[in-house]
């Protein structure tokens, strides 16, 4: 039993196939990247599998049982947390708070909820900034705290969009560090990223799509090599 597996994804929009017969599994523990061109299906992919949008066709497993028809409501409670690509925290609410009401959404108990965002804010960063108003963060700290709401969420598989994206290369390495730190603590996670140079450093296997359908998965590095992978990035 695969730990995730999704199985012939497909999603049209009217006429337009975002995805097309996507399969790939995922292994508990790893860091499975995702990578395309600019309108290849990523963003749609994480928006199938968290119930953003229904499968048009196909199956997508978590731990042995389907989800796709799962509420999307249901799917932070089966354990998937994810991150969006633009941020959108509660931006008149402080650091703290915003984490809180992640947390929330595992708990009622407003003293279990208060701990588990204050231990998330600590393993992120974030205590220096956990009383600021969250729209007064740079963008940088604002993606800490996305990554750190989702966190909040207890998820054993996380989902990160585009977590570099806009980052300069100092910070996408902090960001990176981050997201090691968090697959150590035993989250496994798929993370989409239009950077390849950042995917290659953190992925354990990657998925490149094109057009919504798979060019090929394995290795970042017989990935990064395979033909059809540079034509993409060539032509993006
Ligand atoms: P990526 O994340 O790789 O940049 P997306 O998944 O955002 O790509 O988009 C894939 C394709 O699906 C694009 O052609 C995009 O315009 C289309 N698409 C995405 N979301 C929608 C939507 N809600 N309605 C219509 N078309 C969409």
């Avoid at 049209?12 to 309108?39: C, D, K, R, Y």
């Amino acid at each position: 039993m695969s730990f995730f597996a999704a199985n012939n994804l497909v999603k049209q929009f009217g006429g337009l196939t975002a995805v097309a017969n996507l399969n790939f599994t995922v292994n508990q523990g790893e860091i499975f990247g995702i990578i395309g061109p600019n309108g290849s299906g990523k963003t749609t992919v994480f928006n199938l599998i968290s119930r953003f949008f229904p499968l048009t066709s196909g199956e997508i497993y978590f731990k042995g049982k389907r989800i796709d028809t799962l509420p999307a409501h249901k799917i932070c409670q089966v354990g998937i947390g994810r991150t969006f690509q633009v941020v959108k925290p509660l931006k008149r609410m402080s650091v703290l708070d915003n984490v809180m009401a992640g947390a929330f959404l595992r708990t009622s108990q407003v003293g279990k909820a208060r701990a588990k965002a204050k231990e998330i804010v600590h393993f992120c960063g974030l205590e220096p900034y956990k009383d600021f108003e969250a729209k007064s963060l740079p963008i940088p700290l604002r993606k800490r705290l996305e990554i750190a709401r989702a966190l909040a969420t207890e998820p054993e598989l996380l989902l990160l969009d585009e977590t570099c994206a806009g980052l300069n290369p100092k910070e996408s390495e902090e960001a990176i560090l981050l997201i090691r730190k968090i697959r150590e603590a035993g989250v496994t996670i798929i993370i989409v990223e239009h950077l390849m140079k950042v995917m290659m450093g953190i992925s354990d296997r990657i998925l490149a799509i094109n057009f919504g359908g798979q060019i090929t998965t394995g290795a970042p590095k017989e990935v990064a090599g395979h033909p059809e992978v540079i034509k993409a990035y060539l032509g993006d």
